[in-house]
């Protein structure tokens, strides 16, 4: 269990000068992942009723009631206009990070997001997008002369903060997510181990073990999942706020 | 027993990742604590507040974790790349 810790299976394509890996299972995950939050979404949007004047069913009041948690806690104390055209993109993310997190409680499956090369994407994916709202609300001149606040000469600063920015919000989610990894395993092992060691203890090693690795995942995977969701898409939201504002 | 160099770089790596785990998690767990132990001093005093709060709470809590974050990527380095 513990030998195969750290390895992967690699896919390498070359496209003459050019060679392009791809991790299988991180790839196959994140799909699954994606089809199941299609899924889900084809299955919620039939509880949108055609007219208006429909009663509210359980699923449409569910929908509603999620979507205004969602932009109480993301989106909370954000210009409207802002908060409007970051929305679909922040929940998505948000919904995006909390099933991959989720899937590993799946045994044999994997979460798409103890790989870095995902989480690494997806802050990238929201720097970019931070100097992306920045320079259409406030124009490009103003954004990148607040590089040079307060001072001109603390322009390295400014640039090495982004960087670590970037840097640590990758890899917080990775961290957290491959931490938990590590530890279910470790801790279903060692625990292991403690039990073929003793004597007469071997009946209750299995009920044991089941119960210990439920409870692990749960925690890992469902509580500290739904943290590190939560955690990963507020500060996006703050990320593009400070920039854009 | 023979100790060759390889074995003796073995060991140190483990140790290496043991400390840096170790010491690295002290930081942000008393800082963490801070942080929730105020955060729930202001929400027993008002309790309307208590949704802005916890979503400040979580933001600097998840920005405090850096450090730790931090020394779990170079105990990960440590036992896996070197």
Redesign the interface.
Known sequence: MLER??QKLILKLELGPLVVSFDVVTVAMSLVVSLILIALALWLRRAIPRDPEAPVGRKLAFLVGAFDFFH??LL??FSPELAKRLFPMITTLFLYVLFSNWISIVPKAESPTQNLNVTMGLALMVYALSHYYAIRTKGARVHFRSYLEPYPFLLPMNIIGDFGRTL?HG??LF??I??GT?LITIVLSLTAKVIAAIPLAAPFGLVFGVGLGTFLNAWFGVFIGA?QA??FA??AS?YIRLMAT | MNISGEHLVQAIKYLAAGIAMGLGAIGPAIGEGIAAAHALDGMARQPEMEGALLRTMIIGQAITESTGIYSLVVAIILLFVV
């Open positions: 810790l750290g109480e806690q909370g104390g640590s890899f917080r961290g957290n491959f931490g590590i943290i939560l955690v507020l500060l703050v």
